[in-house]
């Protein structure tokens, strides 16, 4: 029997049996980060279930999207603490989508915002606790004994104390599903923990170490094709002529698809072409001596980088505020928090004044796999699609848009793990792509984007002007803040209308924060260039939180104190504070060798407050030397420790890159940087030691307290820790990154 789980349903609303034994559906929230993240606690929709069947196998199967975040594994976790049973019994399986409303168990969510765990950790408790309720109430039945005390769970068996009989979940499965849904079952005390709070290994690692992982392009089927892609050098432009194909080979032309359009790639362009052959290799090499004209935009001459920051350096002095009812275009102002006047008025009548532009260039997410999409279509029969996809959802969506003549019970959507995601792919523009040449085909066509036209027609971080100033008394108190964002807006290039304080993505990590800044103003403002833009790991955070932690160690200077004793001097909020001083404790205050030295930040991005201390040396006009990191971090309740260390250690490479090198420039709407050789990343050998600490899970956790995010958390407080270092090397301040913007993968 399945039984819902969700708000709008009656609790005891039976669907269907089962003779497989219990399943359980209930609601996983689903995340869009083009709403507030955090407003994601409730919703319409079950997307996951739990099946406890007869031959006493165990399954959960998830609708988000593992791409190596561990998600999967952390909610079988979650799930085997309530259920009473071993962590190895849970199998976890992939979901697919659907269009139903509302949806019925199984279908995808998005997989965003760090907030696969946070957001579900609650649900799968409650969850497993009455699929257990349920087991142990068929159990009683069986009995006679309607006392619910005179039962014991351990390890999925359910003993009877006073004669000692036990029944293994399976076999009281059936029984169980023709019970009542309980309400309030009880959860296991934080104290009895067995899981939570554990390091457990993850289950996709094995099958990524032995190979048969099934990634995107590992997909094959009979009789397929390969298509590769191959755009217009310039955002904007159109295919001005449809070229002549190879001999053996096809050449389709495809257009951007509604929903997939982002800035100058407007609906309806064709701004690309698809080479098809029999293989991806000779595919790839005639796509690449494919001759091609193309029209490109009327204002491409203005698509170019002293462009970009000329206007943000304009709209950093002047922007036309937002007004109710408006147009509110491009240039737009948008108070965030606080009032300009009265903080002007603050910070000029302060001894001290501090005055800083921080300047960030747009930044490729560089997946180690390229954008692929295999479909089979069949006309009026069938669409079938395998994609590395952060929104399967979408996905389906696409496929219903782009051949209505299918119904949604003909379309089929598959979630491959994916070797990386980083935000891009929660994009469907190469899916929509896929599926135009599948039409055209008439036959399985995996599609395929060269590592070129990944980095070259990325949707990237924005580029982004943070203009900060702030007021000082003599003695290092702060009397005013202001501070203004002047950067694309993600939510408008995908069709948002922005509201009285602009786009969350824009000012994300630098309102509502704890210090004691006195009168503050944050604002942002909508750039207008039209270079597509998305979400990235961490995307405004990792703007803002550098901006920030830049500024308040330009303040801390400006007052002659310790970087570390001056934002505690200001923090406001002791979570930030414990979260500062463990990152202290572990390395800001022992003495530090000769030649070396140590920058210190902390930020907050998806519930998570995370502080980091990063020691240098080898400082050179080209290079420097990332010795090791400190990360502390508070999430309120860890889940798997062990995973979390490894979320923020690959986070903080992430942001390494970013910082020291990651760039992509502009001429003519072209992308600069093509390959690697353009767009630095560490070696092995430059790998930093990493210590990681968290701060300890309540001794009982609160369920109306929010849980915070990890998979994106070790990247903000990196470059603004190592912005700081780099100033206690040189004395000289990083206000623009990256710190090495020439640097190439050749220099070693």
């Known amino acids: 029997m399945q039984i819902l789980m969700n708000e709008k349903t009656d609790r005891r609303s039976f669907l269907t049996s ?40 165990i399954t959960l199967t998830i609708g988000s999207s593992e791409m190596g975040q561990g998600s999967f594994s952390g909610l079988a976790q979650v799930l085997a603490e309530d259920l009473m049973v071993d962590y190895a019994r849970v199998k976890t399986v992939q979901g697919g989508p659907t269009l139903a409303t509302p949806a019925p168990i199984g279908t995808a969510i998005n997989t965003v915002g760090s907030s696969v765990i946070r957001t579900n950790f609650w649900k799968m408790r409650d969850a497993a606790a009455a699929a257990r309720e349920m087991l142990v109430q068929a159990a009683m039945n069986a009995a006679g004994d309607a006392s619910r005390a005179n039962f014991t769970v351990a390890n999925g068996v359910i003993r009877h104390t006073p004669d000692g009989k036990t029944w293994t979940y399976g076999s009281v ?18 104290a009895q923990f067995r899981l939570i709070g554990k390091t457990m290994p993850r289950f996709d690692i094995p099958q990524k170490v032995d190979g048969s992982a099934i990634y995107g392009l590992d997909v094959r089927l009979p009789n397929m094709v390969y298509a590769v892609i191959k755009h217009c050098p310039s955002f904007g432009g159109t295919l001005a002529k449809t070229p002549t194909a190879p001999a053996g080979y096809l050449v389709v032309p495809t257009k951007v698809a509604a929903g997939t359009n982002r800035g100058l790639e407007a609906v309806g362009n064709v701004n690309a072409v698809a080479v098809v052959g029999s293989n991806t290799w000779d595919t790839w090499q005639k796509a690449k001596q494919l001759s091609l004209s193309w029209t490109l935009p009327a204002n491409a001459a203005k698509l170019n980088d002293a462009q970009f920051l000329a206007d943000a350096q304009a709209l950093a002095v002047n922007a036309t505020p937002y007004a109710v009812g408006a147009a509110n275009g491009p240039g737009t102002l948008y108070t965030v928090e606080g009032d300009a006047s009265t903080t002007n008025a603050a910070i000029a009548g302060a001894a001290k004044v501090v005055d800083a532009t921080y300047t960030l260039p747009y930044v490729s997410h560089a997946c180690m796999e390229v954008l692929n999409c295999t479909v089979d279509y069949v006309p009026g029969v069938k669409c079938e699609v395998w994609a590395p996809t952060q929104s399967a959802k979408a996905v389906m969506s ?21 070797g990386g995601g980083l935000g891009r792919k929660a994009e469907v523009d190469f899916v929509s792509q896929a599926l135009q040449v599948a039409m055209v085909v008439g036959k399985p066509v995996k599609l395929m984007w060269p590592r070129e036209e990944d980095f070259t027609h990325d949707q990237y971080r924005p580029m982004a002007l943070v203009h900060a100033k702030a007021g000082m008394t003599a003695s290092g108190q702060v009397m005013g803040w202001s501070y203004r964002n002047i950067s694309p807006s993600i939510l408008a290039q995908r069709g948002s209308v922005l509201g009285a304080k602009g786009d969350s993505q824009g000012y994300e990590a630098s309102q509502a924060l704890p210090y004691a800044f006195g009168a503050r103003v944050v604002e942002y403002v909508t750039h207008p260039s039209q ?88 400082v050179t006009s080209t290079g420097l030397k990332v010795n090791s990191v400190s990360i502390a971090m508070d999430c309120y309740l860890a889940v798997n420790p062990g995973q979390i260390e490894a979320q923020l250690t690959g986070g903080m490479v992430h942001g390494l890159n970013a910082a020291l090198y990651g760039k992509q420039t502009f001429v003519n709407g072209a992308a600069q940087a093509k390959n690697f050789s353009r767009s630095r990343m560490i070696r092995p050998s430059e790998m930093p030691a990493v210590s990681v600490t968290l701060i ?32 206690a090397a040189t004395k000289k301040r990083v206000r623009a990154l990256p710190l090495f913007p020439n640097a190439t993968m050749s220099e070693l």
């Open 18 to 57: 089962a003779v497989s034994g219990l399943t359980l559906a209930f609601f996983m929230p689903e995340v869009n980060r083009m709403g507030e993240l955090d407003a994601a606690s409730t919703g319409v929709g079950v997307n996951s279930w739990l099946q406890v069947a007869t031959d006493e196998s």
């Open 531 to 618: 270079i597509p833009v998305g979400f990235w790991r961490s995307v405004g955070a990792s703007i803002n939180t550098f901006a920030v932690e830049s500024m308040v160690d330009e303040l801390a200077a400006a007052a002659g104190m310790d970087g570390y004793l001056f934002r505690k001097s200001l923090l406001t909020d002791p979570r930030w504070t414990a979260v500062l001083d463990a990152v202290a404790k572990m390395g800001w205050n022992t003495p530090l060798p000769a030649g070396h030295y140590r920058g210190i930040a902390i930020g907050t991005a998806f519930n998570s407050i995370v502080a980091e201390v990063v020691e240098i040396s080898a």
């Open 173 to 190: 499965a059936l029984a169980a599903s023709q019970l009542p849904l309980p309400t309030g079952a009880p959860l296991v005390p934080d």
């Open 696 to 727: 300890p899970n309540p001794a009982a956790a609160d369920r109306t307290k929010l849980i915070g995010g990890a998979g994106e958390l070790g990247v903000p407080t990196f470059a603004p820790a190592l912005a700081n270092a780099y100033y």
């Open 398 to 418: 696409l496929v219903a848009t782009l051949i209505p003549t299918l119904t949604p019970a003909q379309i089929t959507v598959h979630t491959t793990y994916l």
